[in-house]
């Protein structure tokens, strides 16, 4: 592709940098850029440098915050001892729009995928580890995706807190709500046969 | 959506006013900018600040371009008095990737649309006839699109051009390379019924 201007060849090469951005789109955003007042792209080119530079992370859960600790971490009506594993960021705030969880997170940063290059090393396990050690933990949540890796994960940490009193669940995985048995796929029908519930009324 | 911190909040507002870019999208790039090298990040930053500070626009045809004058306005090798009229950069792009025309262009910036208050003032209309008057052009090519919009723009320049020598052409309608007559709309296979064209072997 020849671009009119070297500088919308720079643009256009960074921003097709992002996943599921390709030269195309990329170039649509770069149009639409130059149609907007100064004001406004010279506000977007700072708020992305200023993101990278001034973000800061919990120093308990790796979440992203604007201090020392993030808002969940320092919130007083947050049940401390109950403790949620998540991959990243996004499930953290997935699960807060639940509104269902009242506890506190611990970011993972990924999950343990070898074909990806990602081992223990990694990730934040050694942190995990000694806040339920410290923290008083009673409950362990693992909200992890349904996939090998997110198994594998999850079975890491199972092996890891072996000795420790600290009690292990899992969040369920089953026909999701609206769903029609005839269009679920054959192992998530298994497993949920597999991890019936007593039926309430 | 609650984000952890007002410095994503600040880029997920920013970057999805993007077309085609809605808040996931755009929390799904903030994460992708996390995890990148902050030099990386500062150089997206800038290159943004620096094409919409940076840039010129050429003062023949409206073109974006490094310097008082576009690539193709300079180049010796185009033909000067084919002039190709087109709504923006990326259908000079287009066309230009085709490698079937040589000669020069007229970007408009838009097409006439009343319903998006788009009239003949916002566009680079009047640069268009003095060019068409004083630059010894021979032939108009409209390549617009095949919208009511187009072609009411298109009908606009024939108007207003009513007692110029200039040959006007337009690219033709048709159907596409490739294309099944099965699967054509009927306005499609109608008008290319009409503008049938003598048979060459």
Chains 1, 2 share one sequence.
Do not use: W
């Amino acid at each position: 592709m020849n671009y009119p201007s070297q500088l919308i060849e720079d643009v256009v090469n960074e921003l097709s940098k992002f996943p599921g951005i390709g030269k195309k789109s990329a170039l649509r955003m770069v149009l639409h850029l130059l149609k907007k007042p100064e004001s406004e792209v010279v506000k977007l080119g700072e708020s992305v440098i200023n993101l990278r530079k001034l973000i800061n992370y919990c120093k308990r859960c790796h979440n992203v915050s604007d201090g020392d600790f993030c808002r969940i971490c320092s919130s007083l009506k947050r049940n401390q001892q109950q403790l949620c594993v998540v991959e990243d960021l996004r499930d953290v705030m997935a699960i807060e729009n639940t509104s269902q969880y009242n506890g506190i997170y611990h970011i993972l940063g990924g999950v343990i995928s070898p074909i990806n290059g990602i081992g223990p090393d990694e990730l934040n396990f050694v942190s995990l580890i000694n806040r339920v050690q410290n923290e008083k933990i009673s409950e362990l949540v693992l909200a992890l995706s349904a996939t090998p890796e997110g198994d594998t994960t999850a079975f890491y940490i199972s092996k890891k807190l072996n000795g420790s009193k600290v009690q292990i669940s899992t969040i369920s995985r089953g026909i999701a709500i609206g769903g029609e048995l005839e269009y679920a796929d054959e192992i998530t029908l298994g497993r949920s046969i597999l991890a019936r519930i007593p039926y309430k009324t």
